[in-house]
T-cell receptor, first 115, second 114 residues
Framework: NAGVMQNPRHLVRRRGQEARLRCSPMKGHSHVYWYRQLPEEGLKFMVYLQKENIIDESGMPKERFSAEFPKEGPSILRIQQVVRGDSAAYFC?????????????FGPGTRLTVL | AQTVTQSQPEMSVQEAETVTLSCTYD???????LFWYKQPPSRQMILVIR??????QNATENRFSVNFQKAAKSFSLKISDSQLGDAAMYFCAYRSRTGNQFYFGTGTSLTVIP
């Protein structure tokens, strides 16, 4: 059973470009979470999605950031018109949603660098 | 909002010795979960150990154990017989039973000295 997959692992964008980060959850998991880790900090929650639905986006910046988890395919975190402050590691986690612990299994992360 | 505090940015331990990493948290809830994650240089987040708040007994996983003090809202991680492969960032995390998100501390960087 493959773990949570994220790609690309490293992404370089110039200011003003768009960044698309992809996350494929573990097989059988229908819940996806996105976190951001700024340098020297812990992970900060951004958004929680189930298939075709955004459940909790309380951690998402109000502008330029969006997320989706379509019926088919990976979850996408999209950052429009990137700025230097968006440089960070972005982690995706998935869970089956119904297990006692609702434990989240993390992907390896995507490191975004904005030049 | 829940907060998780790790007051030790850096710790070091001699190989084969024991080290304890501290974590405190703030919550008004009575039912929740606590976790310790390890993040090696590869940046992969690896679950080390977890604890249910309503269980008095401290969780143990091989060389890793916790000291959970619910009244004090403290959740420390003890690593026994430290190995070079234990060197990493360690994050303490909180999740309420009904919540969707994890709340992470800022991490403790552990160095293991040969």
């Amino acid at each position: 059973n493959a773990g949570v997959m994220q790609n690309p692992r490293h992404l370089v964008r110039r200011r003003g470009q768009e960044a698309r980060l992809r996350c494929s959850p573990m097989k059988g998991h229908s819940h996806v979470y996105w976190y951001r880790q700024l340098p020297e900090e812990g992970l900060k929650f951004m958004v929680y999605l189930q298939k075709e639905n955004i459940i909790d986006e309380s951690g998402m910046p109000k502008e330029r950031f969006s997320a989706e988890f379509p019926k088919e395919g990976p979850s996408i975190l999209r950052i429009q018109q990137v700025v230097r402050g968006d440089s960070a590691a972005y982690f995706c986690a998935s869970s089956p949603g119904l297990a006692k612990w609702n434990e989240q299994f993390f992907g390896p992360g995507t490191r975004l660098t904005v030049l | 909002a829940q907060t998780v505090t790790q007051s030790q940015p850096e710790m070091s331990v001699q190989e084969a010795e024991t080290v304890t990493l501290s974590c405190t948290y703030d919550t008004s809830e009575s039912d929740y979960y606590l976790f310790w994650y390890k993040q090696p240089p590869s940046r992969q987040m690896i679950l080390v150990i977890r604890q249910e708040a309503y269980k008095q007994q401290n969780a143990t996983e091989n060389r890793f154990s916790v000291n959970f003090q619910k009244a004090a809202k403290s959740f420390s991680l003890k690593i026994s017989d430290s190995q070079l492969g234990d060197a990493a960032m360690y994050f303490c995390a909180y999740r309420s039973r009904t919540g969707n998100q994890f709340y992470f501390g800022t991490g403790t960087s552990l160095t293991v000295i040969p």
